[in-house]
């Protein structure tokens, strides 16, 4: 009974962002559940500093950040994460501006218009909504970016710097994997991790940063020994790489694909996965690739869907903004 006392003592002293619980198993033991990584109020707290940040930037004589977002047909999702973004910036004191264009607009239109927007001096972040109309081609609007304005992270150029541990505009759901790591002080170094799912814009980043050296230029790196795993692993392999991961970030958009007989105790789980299900009471609702319900009786931390890696993720957006408008001042001066 002092134990259990004892425990719940501790998890009232945990943090809103870093909370753990006791539940009590069948034979009246008292266990800690996973510390859950609260991205919603991280995120909140980054932009807080961002405001800050900027509001000192302006005081100084420099002209606000400026974010331009394309967004092409009317995906009732795109506008919605577009407008998330908006109401982001406009919060921390930059200008941002959505441009809406019909599903109909050919490749060379959309890019011209970004041509137009990268000559643009007063814009200092360009970014087009994906996914694009199947007859864009995605990797040519891309690249068809300024690498300086480039908020997403995308051009071929900001990839290439990253993976060779170069500065650069880091895709920001990668960089708020990173930062949540790094924010919430899960060590990494000489630490197992697997990463499920080898997007060029979201696992391949992870995985890039995880195993990189953090001494290297960038400082992104965090010195984990890293496995990527993908559609094509096989069941029985996945399984085993999970269990032997001291940290799980997995991004394929596949409920469940994570079970607790796949986690190590103790392990870290970041969940950037995200589906819309319909559950057995025909309600809508997001998902995760991780049966977060069982996940968290045995991992030591875990990222809730949602109010996990997602408001991090625009979060970081903010961040390279502010990034591109200082490295663009820097230049003119």
Aim: hydrophobic share 40%; aromatic share 4%; charged share 25%.
């Amino acid at each position: 009974m002092r134990q259990i006392k004892c425990l719940r003592l501790v998890s009232s002293h945990l943090t809103s962002k870093m909370r753990s619980h006791t539940y009590i198993d069948s034979l009246g033991s008292a266990s800690i559940m996973a510390r859950i990584l609260d991205g919603k109020a991280l995120a909140m707290e980054i932009k807080k500093e961002l405001k800050q940040k900027i509001a000192q930037w302006v005081s100084l004589g420099n002209r606000a950040p400026t974010i331009r977002c394309i967004i092409v047909g009317d995906d009732p999702a795109s506008h919605t994460y577009v407008r998330n973004k908006v109401e982001a910036a406009k919060f921390v004191g930059i200008d941002a501006l959505t441009i809406n264009r019909d599903s109909d607009i050919t490749e060379e239109q959309l890019l011209s218009e970004i041509q137009n927007l990268n000559e643009d001096n007063s814009v200092d972040g360009i970014l087009v909504q994906l996914p694009v109309p199947d007859t864009i081609n995605e990797r040519r609007v891309c690249d068809a970016i300024a690498p300086e304005k480039d908020i997403d992270g995308f051009h071929i150029i900001n990839i290439g710097r990253l993976c060779v541990d170069l500065p650069t505009i880091v895709p920001a759901t990668a960089l708020a994997v990173v930062e949540m790591l790094k924010r919430f002080n899960i060590d990494t170094f000489g630490r197992n991790a697997v990463v499920i799912g080898r997007s060029k814009n979201v696992g391949m980043p992870i995985a890039m940063m995880l195993h990189s050296d953090k001494r290297h230029e960038s400082g992104l790196g965090m010195d984990a020994t890293v496995t990527i795993c993908h559609r094509y692993t096989p069941k029985d392999k996945l399984e085993a790489y999970c269990r032997n991961a001291d940290i799980i970030i997995t991004a394929t958009g596949l409920p469940k694909l994570i079970k607790a007989d796949m986690v190590k105790p103790g392990a870290t789980i970041i969940d950037v996965g995200i589906t819309r299900i319909t559950d057995e009471n025909g309600k809508s609702r997001l998902v995760g690739d991780v049966d977060y319900e069982e996940v968290s009786k045995i991992a030591g931390a875990i990222t809730p869907v949602p109010g996990g890696v997602g408001p991090m993720t625009v979060a970081m957006l903010m961040h390279n903004t502010f990034q591109a408008a200082q490295s663009q001042a820097n230049k003119s001066n």
